[in-house]
């Protein structure tokens, strides 16, 4: 046993406003130390989102550094560290260069919807105009979410990734596989991988055979040569190749939202998580069974635990647009000045004054997959107030959890009984009870908020040649429950009227 804590596992957090640097007991599941930093997004036209790749490897590895000193300071050697898991903003792509480790362009984050050109080509050309074309192979539509659009943007547009492929020196990958290319050496013998999870994500992989699939590269015109080797999510990849923590092995890799999953210890068919973020995502593991959803969910791998280790699956709802709907409450509207107001001046007011908000501000996501909606505020009245306003976006966070739930009952057959939630937006403890009357049942929050780094270090621990994290007998966390309060009635009326708003919002952005 290593230390007075025994063996630790520490776990990179990379979102996509922040970057984290986090270490765990394995014995225990406590955090012991922590370092976060702020990621830039830059908009360079209206709806593309990019990111710095160079600024996100430096940012991680600050977080690592600090983190170190940290641990030095609480007396706790850092070399006890037996392994470091990797979790990432999904969907996120970027393209570099293989013998200078230089990006070929900015990476491109999950929520840009530059590609809705390349989709509408597609579709007519090849998909027969259906969006689920692919979905029998991949578990998901054809929507400018998923990597492989914003690959083949890359390709077609940038002529430095065009002269890197003619060269064979073009590298792609989620921000696993470049994180953990660079901190295994990058240039010089950095290990080129991504995991099952992480490859559900980009409309390449076969999700029945955890391969890149010729098919699917062939229907988007993206040579295999430049995509990552598939591993599982419980490995030893690779060594971090200098720095404090030199020579501890990376051995866990997840998508945030699987990570969450796991770090909820969701391991079961049935247990169901909602993380609330820039956006939210609720996923339900569905175990060994893949379950083809008719209700507008994605079919995505939970993870594989191992290489010999059996593959779970989980339906998904993906939200596109949950806490980016209060940072656009403070620097669109002005109407807050900080998000910690929310809380309070939506607590002033006990309804919204029949106000819905439909925060579609790039289309919406499951289970309606409909790329040219809208944001509509609908029910405005000259009562109308400041308040009114913030509680129905914490309202509209709730709605769009409610349409995601029904749509899982209804593929799934047996409703939730409980949902458990995590994510920076769960400290807030009016949507929590809002998410609770709306749903109709209990809301489990975990007083540790930390469940996504949790889950990736969870990994990183379970590996084999590392194995200091026992999933067969994980302690009880301590949680916050939310119970409903309002009549099945009211929920149900209030729900009523936010499909109305729905439908204003569809088809807004026509031609």
């Given amino acids: 046993m290593k230390g007075a804590h025994g063996p630790l596992v520490a776990a990179i957090d990379e979102g996509t406003s922040s970057a984290r640097f986090l270490v765990f007991s394995s014995q225990t599941s406590r955090l012991l130390a922590s370092h976060q930093a702020p990621l830039k997004l830059t908009c360079p036209q209206e709806g593309w989102v990019e990111q710095d790749p160079m600024e996100i490897l430096r940012i991680v590895k600050e977080c690592m550094n600090e983190t170190a000193k940290t641990l030095h300071e609480q007396q706790i050697n850092p070399e006890d560290i037996s392994a470091i898991g990797v979790t990432n903003q999904r969907e996120t792509t970027v393209v570099w260069d293989r013998t200078t480790g230089e990006p070929l362009y900015n990476a491109i984050v999950w929520s840009d919807i530059r590609t809705h050109s390349i989709v509408d080509r597609l579709l007519q050309q090849k998909?027969?105009?259906?969006?689920?074309?692919?979905?029998?192979?991949?578990?998901?539509?054809?929507?400018?979410?998923?990597?492989?659009?914003?690959?083949?943007?890359?390709?077609?547009?940038?002529?430095?990734?065009?002269?890197?492929?003619?060269?064979?020196?073009?590298?792609?990958?989620?921000?696993?596989?470049?994180?953990?290319?660079?901190?295994t050496g990058g240039p010089e013998g950095g290990v080129h991988v991504t995991d099952v999870s992480n490859a559900s994500r980009t409309l390449l992989m076969n999700i029945n055979t955890m391969k890149w699939d010729p098919l699917l590269c062939r229907f988007f015109n993206i040579p295999t040569k430049i995509l990552p080797k598939i591993v599982s999510s419980s490995e030893i990849y690779g060594y971090v190749s200098e720095g404090p923590l030199k020579g501890t092995?990376?051995?866990?890799?997840?998508?945030?939202?699987?990570?969450?999953?796991?770090?909820?210890?969701?391991?079961?068919?049935?247990?169901?998580?909602?993380?609330?973020?820039?956006?939210?995502?609720?996923?339900?593991?569905?175990?060994?069974?893949?379950?083809?959803?008719?209700?507008?969910?994605?079919?995505?791998?939970?993870?594989?635990?191992?290489?010999?280790?059996?593959?779970?699956?989980?339906?998904?709802?993906?939200?596109?647009?949950?806490?980016?709907?209060?940072?656009?409450?403070?620097?669109?509207?002005?109407?807050?000045?900080?998000?910690?107001?929310?809380?309070?001046?939506?607590?002033?007011?006990?309804?919204?004054?029949?106000?819905?908000?439909?925060?579609?501000?790039?289309?919406?996501?499951?289970?309606?997959?409909?790329?040219?909606?809208?944001?509509?505020?609908?029910?405005i009245t000259e009562?109308?107030?400041?308040?009114?306003?913030?509680?129905?976006?914490?309202?509209?966070?709730?709605?769009?959890?409610?349409?995601?739930?029904?749509?899982?009952?209804?593929?799934?057959?047996?409703?939730?009984?409980?949902?458990?939630?995590?994510?920076?937006?769960?400290?807030?403890?009016?949507?929590?009870?809002?998410?609770?009357?709306?749903?109709?049942?209990?809301?489990?929050?975990?007083?540790?908020?930390?469940?996504?780094?949790?889950?990736?270090?969870?990994?990183?621990?379970?590996?084999?040649?590392?194995?200091?994290?026992?999933?067969?007998?994980?302690?009880p966390t301590p949680n916050d429950t939310f119970n409903p309060v309002i009549t099945e009635e009211e929920r149900d009326n209030r729900y009523f009227k936010w499909k109305m708003a729905v439908e204003r919002c569809l088809h807004w952005d026509i031609p």
């Fill in 127 to 183: 998909a027969n105009k259906n969006k689920n074309y692919l979905k029998a192979l991949t578990g998901l539509p054809l929507n400018p979410y998923f990597s492989a659009l914003k690959l083949r943007w890359l390709i077609e547009n940038i002529p430095k990734v065009q002269t890197a492929l003619a060269e064979n020196n073009c590298l792609f990958g989620t921000i696993d596989s470049w994180l953990i290319w660079n901190l």
């Fill in 249 to 379: 092995p990376i051995s866990g890799c997840l998508g945030d939202q699987q990570a969450a999953l796991l770090g909820q210890r969701c391991l079961n068919a049935g247990q169901a998580k909602s993380t609330y973020g820039t956006g939210c995502f609720l996923l339900y593991n569905t175990g060994i069974e893949k379950v083809e959803s008719t209700h507008g969910l994605l079919t995505t791998v939970a993870w594989k635990l191992g290489k010999s280790a059996p593959v779970a699956y989980a339906l998904e709802g993906s939200v596109a647009v949950a806490g980016a709907a209060i940072n656009w409450l403070r620097d669109n509207l002005e109407l807050i000045e900080n998000v910690k107001e929310v809380e309070n001046v939506a607590s002033r007011v006990m309804h919204t004054g029949d106000l819905y908000f439909v925060p579609a501000f790039s289309g919406l996501y499951a289970p309606y997959w409909q790329q040219d909606a809208r944001g509509t505020l609908v029910g």
């Fill in 383 to 475: 009562d109308t107030q400041q308040g009114h306003i913030i509680r129905a976006t914490l309202e509209a966070i709730c709605y769009q959890t409610r349409d995601i739930l029904d749509a899982m009952n209804k593929d799934c057959g047996i409703p939730l009984t409980k949902l458990k939630v995590d994510g920076g937006m769960t400290g807030n403890n009016l949507l929590m009870q809002l998410q609770s009357d709306l749903c109709g049942i209990p809301v489990i929050r975990p007083k540790m908020a930390e469940t996504t780094a949790l889950g990736a270090a969870m990994a990183a621990g379970f590996a084999d040649g590392v194995k200091v994290w026992d999933l067969d007998h994980l302690q």
